[in-house]
């Protein structure tokens, strides 16, 4: 039931112009001539060949032949909405971010959730970390919170991202199997990397299999920064927290329902939308002073690490509403850009290696899946401010700029005729202070793997625990070589001696060995492995 009025929302207005509706129409080809025939070739005589001249034909057969981008390398399978945030005060106090900057602004949003291992057909309730990816088109340009539905992450440094993802993508011979991480290569690389430790117990947990897309958490994960007008920086941690509460399905219903509806959560946000029920989250930060970073006994830069919420509360600042479903999935969904890296000002990085080695990856990945450097122009991630730079050239231009520009500077600078000239007021990064050697090691405040693991896992409620202990079996099981099920229970019991037991009798395992010092291959080149004794529990 769409007929309810829809509040206005800056970026639908700004796709119109992208929009068409033929229903009516006479329909034409890409060149506007109209077509009385569609569905019959042109023939030389009634039962000849096809005639090369026929256009029609060749244009509607070439078309269909390209129309599938490369997917996403990870998060392939997704969904999206567009919606609002709004703002539930004036914070600028804690960034000059303006989309915070009053109480009842909206800006409009568009959110895209995803599974993380799976192909774009792959099923909905695949035990898989969830994407929660929010694109806010703010009025001094995109920001993009590119975050997931776990707090924290599997590995501490971007570089080892590409082996994580060959590990838990499907075998490179056989391209079996298709469910997340149930195989060898994906836990022969976890049970040698513990810093995974804290992240398996979500993945292992109810929070793996969500019941609806609105009944989850959304976090940013890395440790970023707000910046107010006066240049102090804070530490925030970002999160969203759904209105309906995080509820899960049991994995006994994930497997059913994978069986019988694979769409179930795409369903699920579509109906919900379609019939007035709009999802919402309220967005919440950890606020932390710059002065207090070293307070914490793990690393504010440490992406397997969270704040726990009885250090540092979550401030809600505002919520995000979707209300309105694509009109075309594949312009809108899949040719969405988000980038961690795209920022406004009032918001700025950390040092978190993880999260810098993201702001490579990104742009380079959407250079080849939307083809070319021009996808900033695509409707859907085009800003909803104007855009002025010395950009030109390049595959599927679609602006056309005036002037003699695409240089800077040049003596018209100021009352520029041919182009727009550089001014304060644009985005300064945060003048933090930087020193070093350039050096390939590992901080020590980075080795504690498994307290935080630890503390998630006793946690959990009785039956939350069963659920880990149950599904670690299923995962486990599946594993045919016999060391990587022994040494996963090893690096199991540094979490707690109880689990590591259960899962081991599930397994058949009699004797649990527990590796001395579990092996890490993280130190780095220039690190003195004497100096790193990681810690035990
Ligand atoms: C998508 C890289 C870690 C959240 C992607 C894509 C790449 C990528 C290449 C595909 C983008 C596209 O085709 O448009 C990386 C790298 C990481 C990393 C190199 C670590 C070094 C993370 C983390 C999070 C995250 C820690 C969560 C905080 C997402 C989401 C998407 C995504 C939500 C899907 C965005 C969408 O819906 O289009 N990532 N990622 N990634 N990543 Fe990451």
Redesign the pocket.
């Known amino acids: 039931k769409k007929s309810q009025k829809e509040p206005k929302n800056e970026k639908i207005q700004d796709l119109h112009v992208n929009t068409e509706d033929g229903s009516g129409e006479m329909m034409t080809n890409n060149q506007g001539v109209g077509i009385n025939d569609d569905q019959n070739s042109l023939l030389a005589g009634e039962r000849g060949p096809t005639l090369l001249e026929d256009f029609q034909f060749r244009e509607k057969m070439t078309h269909f032949d390209h129309e599938r981008i490369p997917e996403?390398?990870?998060?392939a399978r997704?969904e999206g909405a567009h919606g609002y945030f709004e703002s539930y005060g004036d914070f600028s106090e804690l960034t000059k971010a303006s989309f915070l900057g009053e109480k009842g602004k909206r800006t409009p949003v568009f959110a895209?959730f995803?599974t993380v291992a799976g192909f774009r057909g792959s099923t909905d309730l695949a035990r898989d970390v969830r994407?929660?990816?929010v694109k806010f088109y703010t009025d001094e340009g995109n920001y993009d919170l590119?975050?997931?539905n776990m707090p924290v992450?599997f590995i501490q440094d971007?570089m080892k991202?590409p082996d994580l993802i060959h590990a838990v993508k499907p075998e490179q011979d056989n391209e079996i199997p298709q469910a997340a991480s149930a195989h060898n290569t994906f836990w022969d690389f976890i049970s040698l990397m513990p810093e995974s430790m804290h992240m398996i117990m979500w993945a292992m947990s109810d929070r793996a299999l969500p019941r609806s897309l609105a009944m989850m958490e959304g976090f940013?994960?890395?440790t970023f920064r707000f910046v107010n007008a006066k240049g102090k920086s804070s530490f925030v941690k970002f999160h969203w927290k759904p209105k309906l509460g995080t509820h899960s399905v049991t994995w006994e219903e994930a497997q059913k329902i994978s069986g019988q509806d694979p769409d179930f959560h795409r369903r699920d946000l579509w109906n919900a939308i379609e019939s007035g029920n709009f999802p919402e989250w309220e967005f919440g930060v950890q606020v932390v002073r710059e002065e207090d970073e070293h307070k914490f006994d793990f690393d504010l830069l440490d992406?397997t690490k969270l704040i726990p919420e009885e250090l540092v509360q979550v401030q809600i600042l505002g919520k995000m509403v979707l209300n309105r479903n694509p009109d075309n999935f594949f312009a809108e969904t899949e040719q969405?850009?988000?980038h961690p890296g795209h920022l406004v000002p009032g918001i700025d990085f950390t040092n978190d290696p993880?999260l810098q080695?993201?702001l490579f990856?990104?742009t380079d990945?959407?250079l080849s899946?939307l083809g070319g450097p021009n996808f900033a122009e695509i409707p859907i991630n085009r800003p909803i401010v104007p855009v002025h730079n010395n950009q030109r050239g390049g595959s599927m231009r679609l602006t056309i700029n005036k002037g003699k520009g695409g240089y800077h500077p040049n003596q018209g600078n100021g009352g520029c005729p041919y182009q727009a000239a550089m001014a304060d007021g644009g985005f300064v990064s945060h003048h933090e202070r930087i020193e070093g050697y350039k050096i390939r090691k590992r901080s020590k405040s980075f080795l504690d793997h498994f307290s935080q693991a630890k503390l998630f896992y006793e946690s959990q409620t009785a039956l939350e625990q069963r659920h880990i202990i149950e599904a670690l079996r299923f995962e486990l099981g599946k594993v045919t070589d016999e060391k990587i099920r022994e040494r996963m229970v090893g690096m199991l019991s540094y979490v707690n001696k109880e689990l590591a037991k259960n899962v081991a009798e599930g397994l058949g395992i009699k004797e649990i060995k527990t590796p001395e010092k579990p092996l890490n291959h993280s130190y780095g080149a220039d690190a003195n492995p004497q100096d790193y004794q990681p810690t035990t529990v």
Request: hydrophobic share 40%; aromatic share 16%; net charge positive.
């Open positions: 996403r390398i990870v998060h997704g895209r995803s994407g929660f990816a590119v975050g997931n992450f971007a991202f940013g994960v890395h992406p969405i850009a988000f993880l080695g993201r990856s990104y990945t959407q899946r």
